[in-house]
């Protein structure tokens, strides 16, 4: 149990444009979502946290405006990228928590196989 | 504030060696997760342990064992007879409540394990 996808797990895109990462908890109910990134031989940064109908809560540092995040649902949460620079080329990792009524433990995040974003 | 450190950032070993990784932490809280993570070349991370601040029981699966102390805000992973496959970088993670039933994780810098054949 507590399976989280993300698509696609890897992507390439010319400087400029926009690119949507999903991330879905495929056998539970996430009521939090974390977007993660992580650059090469780094440590994961946190840069938002999302919750299910509400607007996402960003780190310092992280703009807004440059990275959307959308908790449409309690299985879905999508991170876009907008205008892509090379600087945004990371390794992008998911994570979700259920809600207290379910059977996982509420305090452990289960993390997505991640996506590997290169911009050109 | 809340910290987790890692003060090995790379270790090379031979295989059938025997290797600590460290993590020592810092917190405010009485209640509070720890977690070690793998995250092979594939980039995933796999879970490998979660404490709570309650259980200083030290565990042992397999090739893997955990040491926590309290006293020393220390949880170290120990791996016996090293493999080859066991060649990752390894994370240390806390988690603590924000309020309102979030929580969040603080990672360590992670300490990359090359296990030499």
């Known amino acids: 149990g507590a399976v989280v996808s993300q698509h696609p797990s890897w992507v390439i895109c010319k400087s400029g444009t926009s690119v949507k990462i999903e991330c879905r908890s495929l056998?539970?109910?996430?009521?939090?979502m974390f977007w993660y990134r992580q650059f090469p031989k780094q440590s994961l940064m946190l840069m938002a946290t999302s919750n299910e109908g509400s607007k996402a809560t960003y780190e310092q540092g992280v703009e807004k405006d440059k990275f959307l995040i959308n908790h449409a649902s309690l299985t879905l949460s999508t991170l876009t990228v907008t205008s892509a620079h090379p600087e945004d080329s990371s390794f992008y990792i998911c994570?979700?928590?259920?809600?207290?009524?379910?059977?996982?433990?509420?305090?452990?995040?289960?993390f997505g196989p991640g996506t590997r974003l290169t911009v050109t | 504030a809340q910290k987790v450190t890692q003060a090995q950032t790379e270790i090379s070993v031979v295989e059938k060696e025997d290797v600590t990784l460290d993590c020592v932490y810092e917190t405010r809280d009485t209640t509070y997760y720890l977690f070690w993570y793998k995250q092979p070349p594939s980039g995933e991370l796999v879970f490998l342990i979660r404490?709570?601040?309650?259980?200083?029981q030290n565990e042992i699966s397999g090739r893997y064992s955990w040491n926590f102390q309290k006293s020393t805000s220390s949880f170290n992973f120990t791996i016996t007879a090293s493999q080859v496959v066991d060649s990752a970088v390894y994370f240390c993670a806390l988690s603590e409540a924000e309020g309102a039933g979030t929580y969040k994780y603080i990672f360590g810098t992670g300490t990359r394990l090359k296990v030499l054949a």
């Open positions: 994570s979700a928590v259920s809600g207290l009524s379910s059977s996982f433990l509420p305090y452990e995040q289960y």
């Open positions: 404490r709570n601040s309650f259980d200083e």
């Open positions: 056998d539970f109910q996430a009521t939090t």
